[in-house]
Structure formats: C-alpha cells, structure tokens
C-alpha cells in the first residue's frame, strides 16, 4: 500500500509541476484532487538543482508524465512545444536541431570534422555524435535551454542545449509495462523494473521496442519506406552508502534496423522538362525509387555520475564512453516512373566514432551563502572514421562514375571554467562566469576514383592528405537578477558561444580538403523575467533577446560534387519567447507558448553575382505557436478520465541560405489529441492518441536544382493514431 501511494502522490505531482493538473492517485483509489496551483519544477539548467522559476536561463522543461500525457517520445515533439525549437532532418538518422534560428545542416554535422549548433547531454555527458531522433522513454525529464550556453556545458552549445535526463533507481520495488497499437502497424512495447538490491544499492531495467511500417511506398520495388524498427534498453545501479555519496552508472544500447527514406521528386507541372523529371508523380507518399535504400545505426554508451557532499562543496565526475555505427544508402533523386534509362545517384555512408568524456565539478557557497558558484575541469576525445560513396548512375557510360570520401578525424578538446553569483543585497544578484578551451582537430581525408569516367576534373583527381589545426576559444556570461517579490524574478545576461572549426567532408581536391574552417562564434544579450500570479495559479515567463553571430559556417551543395563548407557569414538573431501555465479551474489547465523570431545574414556574399546579406536564415520561422488544454475529472466511478488537445502552428521557412523559393515550405499548423482512463486504483492506463490529425503534408527537407528543374523532398509523419495500455505494481 505504502509503495502505491509513493508512486501516485509522485505522478500528481509531476503532472502538476508542469500542467497545472488537478489529479492524485491515492492509496487504493483514484480520487479527484483539489489542486488549484502550478507545482515547482526542477532543473539542472545551471549544472546544480533549481526551481525552474529562480533560473535567470530561457529553459522549457518536461517532466516525465507531461511527455506521457503529450505523447511525446521524439525529439520531435519536444521541439513542436518548444518556442523558437526547430527540427527538420535529411535523413532519420541525421537529424538537424535549431534554437533561435542556429543550428547544423547534415553538410557540416555530417562529415567527420563537422559538429553541432544546437547539442545534446544525456545525464550531464555531451552526446558527440546526436545520431538517430532518440526514443524517449524512462525519463525524469527533458530541458531546452535556448541561446548560448558556452560557459557551464562548452563548445558547440552555440544555439542552445537539449539536457536528457533518465530515472535515476530508487530503493522501492516496482514495474511497470505499456503496449501501443496504431495505423501504419505500429507496435511499441516499454518495460520497467526498479528496486533494491541491497541496502545500499539500488537498480533500473528497462526495454524499450518502436516499430511501424513506412510513411512512404516504393512503387519500384512494392515496399514502405521510412520505417521504424528500433530496440532500446538501459540499465542503472545506484550506490548510496551515506547521505553524502550517490553514484549512478549507467549502461544504454540502441539499435536501428530500417528502411532508407527515399525522397519524393516532385515532377509537377511546374517541374516538367528537366533532365531528372521524366514523369508526373501524382502522390508525394508515392515514390520510384530504384532502390529502398537502409538505415542501421548500433549505438552503446555507458555512464558514471558520481556526486560526494564534502565540507568543501558537493564534488561532481561526469565519466561517459559512447561508441556508435552507422551505415546508410539512399537513392538521392528517387525518380517519379522507371524507365530504362533510369537517371540516378546512390549515396551510401558508413561511419564508427567513438568519444571519451571526463568532467570534475565542484559547487560551493561561502559567506552564509551570499557567494555561491561552481569550478570545473574538462576532457574530450572523439575518433570518428566516416566513408562517403557516391554512385552517378547515366544512361550514358561515359557520364557514369562512382567516388568515395573516406575520412578520419581525431578531436580533442579541455577546458577550464567556472562562475559565480553574489548577492550584493537580498534581492539583487551579480553572475560572472569565464570558460577557456583548448581544442585540436587532425584529420586523413581521401577522395578516390572507384569507377567510371563519371565524375571530370578536379574530382576525377585522387587525394590523400594529412591536416591538423588547434583552436582557443574563451566563452564568458555575465548576469544580474533581481527578484522583485517572491513570485516575480527579473533578469539580464550576456553569454558569448563558440562551435569548433572542423574539415570538408568530401571535396573537389586536396588543397580543399586539407583546408580547414574556422570555429564560429556569438554573443547573446537577453533580458527576461519569471513570474507566478493569482495565488500561483498562473505562470507566465517571458525573455526578449539579440544574438550576434560571425564566421558563421554555411554549406553549399555542388551537384555532381560535394557539400563546401566556409566561414562566409554574419548574422543577427532577435525575437520574443513566452510561456504561459494556467490552472482557472480544478481540473482544468491551459498552457501556451510563443516564440518570435527574425533571424537575417547580415554580411554573406557568396561571389561576384550573388548576396545573400539581408535573407533570412534557414528553418528559423517567424512565428511559433503552441496551445494545449487538458481536463481531468472524475469518470463516472471508472476512475479518472482526462482529455487534452494540442493545436500547434509554424510559419514558413526556407531550406536554403539564399532564399529560393523552391525550398520553401510555407506555414502550416497541426493537432494532436489524448484521451484516457486511469483504473480507481491507480494501476492501469487506457489512452487513445491521434498526432497531425488534420494529415497537414509538411516538407522535412527540400533539395532544390532549378537547373535541372527539379524538387527531392521528405515529409514529417502524415497523420497518426492509436491505443496505448500501461500497467503498473
């Protein structure tokens, strides 16, 4: 009895940290809470715990049920509920993440010497390599930080920062398992086992099984592409032996078994009289594409997070191990009808990196905790060997040709920093903090000649050259904060960024390759302000901030080549955010967040004919909307049934820097919608789903050659639907 109300006194509350909700499960009953109020919610968004309102950072956080009861469990979604948070992706397994309008295209992030804007920490340890759109599940919560992060979490935390945080084992036995069934055969399975193992450690199991056919038929070969078949598991072990030591170590596995993601070439009228546009395909969902393609992805990780109460401070180690492979092919024009004179390119990528992390931390206060802050020392090593092939099939022999790219590249990064707060008087408090890193890239980048006369000079010219470069960059923050009354917080900071300098992936030459591009950086200016209302039964919290950026790293896709990557831009990133929780009723909550964005290069001339000084940047809408309404109340002597809908708009975007309207994809809006029945004991959970209802059609990714009169797109999920059923001890 003891362990259910532990548990359902544990949902209402993370229900209500972020909702507003007015449910508790108690002890042997289901009965209808009172609760009129917005919990406090906990984050790690300055490396220590805090109640997200005294946090002078622009963070959204979710806590582990606001994910279940929004159906989130892809980065996806997160983002969809995020303000200025935009994901797109090239391909499943490489997708791009931007935060007010930064971020990585797969031509720099999908190269061995490229990385991020936008990163990735599970459990506090950088994810070097972001790799496939994660399955969420087991989580405690997940956290958004938006803007330059470069002084606690270090490089390429240029746009912002995606905290993930698993379920730490606790020392009560319980299970718990769901299955899903939706349209596109979708099949999901989650399990959970926790308790102790003795009276000082304690353990966490969990598996996790995503399948569904493809959003996509191939009418070429009769199959659905753009599938799911991912397995996942984790395990954890917590020691505790006293009230000043916990030590989580954690082992994670992924595996992704899949279908390629074969594009639809759109040969509309429009399109007509190109060289890939042979024929009208009257279908976006329908493709003809010579081949599937695949997508295999084996990723294992493990994790030690070691926190030790001393008279000094509480000492933090953060040791992570990461090893993943890659392997993909995909048919890039995907051609409407198959003749025999079939025009087509193959790509196929493989790639295995490995990284190693070590990070001490120590968070202290002094002068009766007037002075607070934390020191830190850091550690990176990452080997990446990544091929690129290129298979350029014409009808013509002599235009038919196949190259590859191989890289290698050795990266290693340290860094020292630290910052800290002071309050002057009670109510005022002065923040300085100062990162230095000292980073160093080498690289062996080959380009070859495997067949064909296909590829003409330079490319027809094999390399093989050697590179290195080093890099320091110095990342300070400044802030103040003054907590006007004790539900209203009011804060200014200015934070400098930087994402490391890297190589080309693939290229025309050897000079090319072996020349490196720079690291890029940027300052933020930000002001904000963090308020609770009407006797805490309304949050709102909003920020205003200009972001300056140069060296911007910008790719350029050369057809029958490669992807060029320099140091060729300015831009100015400036807009709102807003984020609102309201509890009007018992039993009801409304949420809302809005994001405004107006994201333009301000120098980038790209040759002697062409400038794109004053265009915006790519996938940064103006607009972003999220409004979402639950009610919870009692059914009827069945238990408590809540509803939720989630109406959600973007505004248009482009895919590319100069503006082209064939890559646009013009504003759009979605809903999604929950309806369950949890039993009067609290210990299973019927709910219906639907995601996109409206089966809006929206571009993921556009490549766009007017030359050739031609348009390769993906699309996100058409719409979905389905039944989940968990059950718990």
């Not at 797109?88 to 061995?112: D, F, H, K, L, M």
């Not at 006007?484 to 025309?508: C, H, N």
């Not at 591009?517 to 949050?539: C, F, H, M, V």
């Not at 919290?541 to 080549?561: E, R």
Request: negative net charge; contains cysteine; charged residues 20%.
């Amino acid at each position: 009895m003891s362990r259910l109300k532990f548990r359902t006194c544990t949902s209402a509350t993370a229900l209500a940290a972020g909702f507003g909700v007015s449910v508790a499960l108690a002890a042997g009953s289901v009965a209808y809470a009172q609760e009129t109020g917005v919990e406090t919610v906990t984050v790690t968004a300055q490396r220590v715990e805090q109640n997200l309102q005294q946090v002078p950072v622009a963070v959204s956080a979710f806590t582990s049920e606001q994910l279940r009861v929004n159906s989130i469990n892809r980065i996806a979604d997160v983002a969809q509920r995020t303000p200025n948070f935009t994901t797109t992706a090239y391909n499943q397994a490489e997708p791009e993440y931007y935060i007010r309008g930064i971020g990585t295209s797969v031509g720099v992030a999908g190269n061995a010497g490229g990385d991020p804007s936008v990163i990735l920490m599970l459990d506090g340890a950088y994810l070097a390599r972001g790799g496939a759109n994660l399955d969420l599940y087991d989580l405690e919560r997940i956290e958004v930080l938006r803007g330059p992060q470069g002084t606690l979490f270090g490089k390429n935390a240029l746009g912002g920062v995606m905290q993930i945080v698993t379920r730490k084992p606790t020392d009560e036995f319980f299970y718990e398992f769901s299955g899903t069934y939706g349209n596109y055969n979708r099949t999901d399975g989650r399990a959970l086992v926790n308790g102790p193992i003795s009276d000082k450690v304690s353990g966490t199991a969990s598996l996790a099984i995503t399948r569904h056919n493809g959003y996509t038929f191939n009418e070429t070969t009769g199959h659905h592409d753009n599938d799911d078949n991912t397995l996942g598991g984790r395990v954890s072990l917590r020691y505790q032996p006293n009230d000043d030591i916990d030590w989580v170590v954690t082992a994670d596995m992924t595996n992704v078994h899949a279908n390629g993601n074969t594009r639809h070439n759109n040969c509309d009228a429009s399109f007509q009289g190109g060289i890939h546009c042979v024929g009208i395909n009257p279908s976006p969902r329908v493709t003809n594409s010579t081949d599937d393609g695949f997508l295999h992805r084996d990723v294992w990780g493990i994790n030690s997070s070691l926190d030790w109460k001393t008279e000094f401070g509480t000492f933090t180690s953060v040791t992570a191990y990461r090893d993943s492979k890659y392997d993909h092919l995909d048919t890039f024009f995907s051609n409407p009808i198959n003749p025999p004179n079939q025009i087509e390119s193959i790509n196929r990528v493989t790639e295995h990196s490995k990284d190693f992390s070590q990070e001490f931390r120590l968070a202290f206060s002094a002068l009766d905790d007037r002075l607070t802050g934390q020191t830190g020392v850091y550690y990176f090593n990452e080997r990446v060997d990544r091929n690129y092939w290129l298979n350029q099939i014409f009808p013509v022999p002599a235009v038919t040709g196949k190259v590859q790219f191989p890289q290698v590249v050795n990266s290693q990064s340290t860094a020292v920093f630290g910052q800290v707060n002071y309050k002057i008087i009670d109510e005022i408090t002065l923040t300085a903090g100062l990162r230095a890193t000292w980073e160093s890239k080498t690289a062996r980048l080959q380009g070859e000649v495997l067949a064909g006369p296909g590829f003409g000079p330079p490319l027809s010219t094999p390399y093989d050259v050697k590179a290195g470069k080093s890099w320091t960059a110095m990342t300070p923050h400044f802030g103040i904060e003054w907590r006007a009354t004790e539900d209203a917080m009011l804060y200014v900071t200015a934070s400098r960024g930087f994402k490391s300098g890297g190589y080309q992936g693939s290229a025309s030459d050897g000079a090319s390759a072996a020349t490196a591009y720079n690291p890029e950086y940027a300052w933020s200016y930000e002001i904000g302000a963090k308020t609770q209302w009407l006797d805490n039964r309304l949050r709102l919290n909003l920020d205003a901030f200009k972001t300056l950026h140069k060296d911007l790293q910008v790719s350029q896709l050369v057809p029958l080549c490669c992807i060029v990557i320099g140091n060729a831009a300015r831009a100015r990133e400036q807009g709102v955010e807003v984020e609102m929780v309201a509890v009007p009723l018992p039993g009801l909550q409304i949420n809302a967040s809005y994001g405004y964005l107006e994201a333009k290069y301000t120098s980038f001339a790209t040759g002697a004919t062409s400038d794109n000084t004053g265009k915006r940047l790519p996938r940064a809408p103006q607009n972003k909307i999220n409004i979402g309404a639950q009610y919870s109340f009692p059914a009827w002597g069945y238990g408590i049934g809540m509803i939720r809908g989630d109406w959600s708009h973007q505004s248009s975007i482009f895919f590319d820097p100069s503006n082209n309207p064939t890559t646009l994809q013009d504003g759009y809006s979605t809903f999604d919608a929950r309806l369950s029945l949890t039993s009067e004991d609290g210990r299973w959970e019927a709910a219906l789903w639907g995601k996109n209802l409206t089966d809006e059609l929206v571009k993921d990714y556009i490549v766009a050659f007017d030359a050739y009169h031609q348009q390769l797109n993906t699309y996100t999920p058409p719409r979905t639907f389905g039944i989940t059923l968990t059950f718990h001890s």
